[in-house]
């Protein structure tokens, strides 16, 4: 049902595609869809768009892509739909303009001429750059730390964000990959009940609901941390999340069956106060090397699941 690949040395397995929209600031996964293996991801990131204005009403909002995501057609998209955005280019995307920048900072006019359309002779796509013609968008080039430039583009004006402001909105996206990293490592995402779709679609939500759950509580333990001043330390203290995680999986449920408004309130209480007592430093600017080696084959077992 959902595609499936394969790797040398292992053996053709099942794969599924998700597909999240995260909220950085309050950490939530705001909108989800389970697709095939393979699937467009800039039709979903769509999906998730229209959908979002159901949860987050009209409030204003900034979409950060990574550099999977440029297109012409995809900023057209995302233009019409007066959707706020800030995407990261890859060298070889919109490379005639990246080259034609004289500032770190500036308004690119990016042509859809016939070098552009001619590749895409007969198709949807053609037809939306021609009726388009061009577009306007503003690339933000940054120096990183080992001397490569990263560079941006986005429809942010200079009054809303400025350059170093932008460079620091781009970081925020790191969010959705360590959020990636809970539900896979730390929630067992992949650790399935059984394995027809109705299983999975509920394993996959109700593992995002919880982690939705255990995000809101932590927050709330993050910002009672925060308000204590004088802490101890050279160093700005976080939630440890391993320990958290862990303590949620034995308490949560005890807390949704309580039935006493009372006893929910002090259960709450107690789980927060238990998480606030295990702390970590936060180091910034720690650099890892990112290894795309990894088995295929899954690390749960298809017969038994663990419980939370």
Known sequence: MYGNASSKNVKTQAQLGLSCLY?????????????????????????????????????????IF??????????????????????RLPSVTFKKEQKQMKHDDCIVEIIFDNSRLSVHKGTHTHDVLAKA??????????????????????????????TGEISELYSMRWGIETTYDDLKNKLGIENF???KSVLIEQDIYATIYLLNISNDIMLE???????????PGKH???INKNIAFGIMKEDLILFILEKNNRKRRARM????????????????ERHYTRNGRGRLASKYSNTKKKSF
Do not use: C
């Not at 600031?25 to 229209?50: C, G, P, T, Y």
């Not at 550099?67 to 019409?80: A, K, N, T």
């Not at 080039?141 to 986005?154: D, F, H, I, M, N």
């Not at 333990?221 to 802490?231: G, Y």
């Open 23 to 63: 909220d950085t600031i309050n950490k939530m996964v705001i909108d989800s869809s389970i697709n095939r293996f393979k699937f467009s991801e800039r039709e979903q990131a769509l999906f998730h768009i229209d959908n979002m204005r159901e949860v987050i009403g009209e409030h204003l909002s900034v979409i």
């Open 66 to 87: 990574d550099r999977g995501y440029p297109s012409g057609e995809f900023f057209i998209e995302l233009i019409e739909r007066q959707q706020k955005f800030l995407v």
């Open 133 to 162: 013609e061009k577009i306007s968008l503003r690339f933000v080039r940054v120096k990183l730390q080992s001397g490569e430039y990263e560079y941006l583009a986005t429809n942010l004006t200079a009054e809303e964000f400025s």
């Open 193 to 195: 009940t059984g394995t």
């Open 221 to 231: 333990a993050q910002m009672e941390l925060d308000q204590i001043k004088d802490k």
């Open 236 to 238: 700005v203290m976080a």
């Open 269 to 284: 209480d107690a789980i927060v106060s238990e998480i606030k007592r295990n702390l970590l430093p936060v180091r910034k």
